[in-house]
């Protein structure tokens, strides 16, 4: 009798041993890809389930599809334009989803770089393109004129959009972090991770993203 209950007992600590390691393992995960354990509103957008992207949890990440990383300052009211729905991968091109007919609304906006902390710019004005019509959070969150901004970017380079040159955010609303307060940065995001610097200096952002290009820079080298 008193071997069944040292057995019960023990079969009774693995599992809760295994229990709490899966939990803290889903706790870690969720930090991580965390989707967000706060109420910050981001745009509605139906793509995000269609289209395949890695989820970002940290600059680092958001580095990895960046083609420049630029502060500076919005100086136009976005413009609407229509674009081709884009493919949604793994739907065969005759899919609904991919009916090449189909456009999409996009908002198109001046942005004035006045400093580049990672890649390369040839122009002082840049032309920011967003998912969704203007003055509008469908799609993704629109930048406005008059903010000042960090922007993580790609640049669209295919010769045949007619947005060739123009710079999407790498991650909707995630590539872009509003620094018109000096003294209170604000994430569009609603990621924990991007958005450790919520309510804290812009300054003090600033010296976290040069510190991720850094450490890509050093990567790299090795």
């Known amino acids: 009798m008193q071997k069944k209950i040292l057995i019960g007992i023990a079969i009774a600590i693995v599992c809760f041993g295994g229990f709490f390691a899966y939990s803290k393992y889903d706790a870690q995960q969720q930090y991580r890809y965390n989707i967000s354990t706060n109420d910050k509103s981001v745009g509605q957008n139906a793509l995000r389930e269609w289209m395949s992207f890695a989820p970002v949890a940290s600059f680092d990440d958001l580095l990895d599809y960046a083609d420049i990383v630029v502060e500076g300052e919005v100086i136009s009211e976005g413009v609407p334009a229509y674009d081709g729905y884009p493919k949604v ?3 065969p091109d005759d899919h609904e989803l991919n009916r090449k007919e189909r456009d999409v609304a996009v908002t198109l906006t001046q942005f004035r770089v006045n400093k580049v902390l990672f890649g390369e710019v040839d122009t002082e004005i840049i032309t920011v393109y967003q998912f969704g019509p203007p003055n509008t959070d469908m799609g993704e969150i629109k930048i406005k004129q008059g903010q000042k901004l960090i922007c993580f970017l790609r640049k669209v380079e295919d010769e045949e959009s007619p ?3 123009t710079y999407p955010s ?5 590539g872009f972090y509003d620094i018109s307060n000096e003294n209170s940065a604000m994430a569009f995001s609603n990621v924990n991770g991007l958005c450790r610097f919520d309510h804290k200096p812009a300054s003090a952002l600033s010296k976290e993203i040069e510190n991720a290009v850094k450490r890509r820079e050093k990567a790299f080298k090795e």
């Open 89 to 91: 991968q793994g739907a």
């Open 170 to 174: 790498v991650s909707w609303e995630n």
């Open 163 to 165: 947005f060739k040159e």
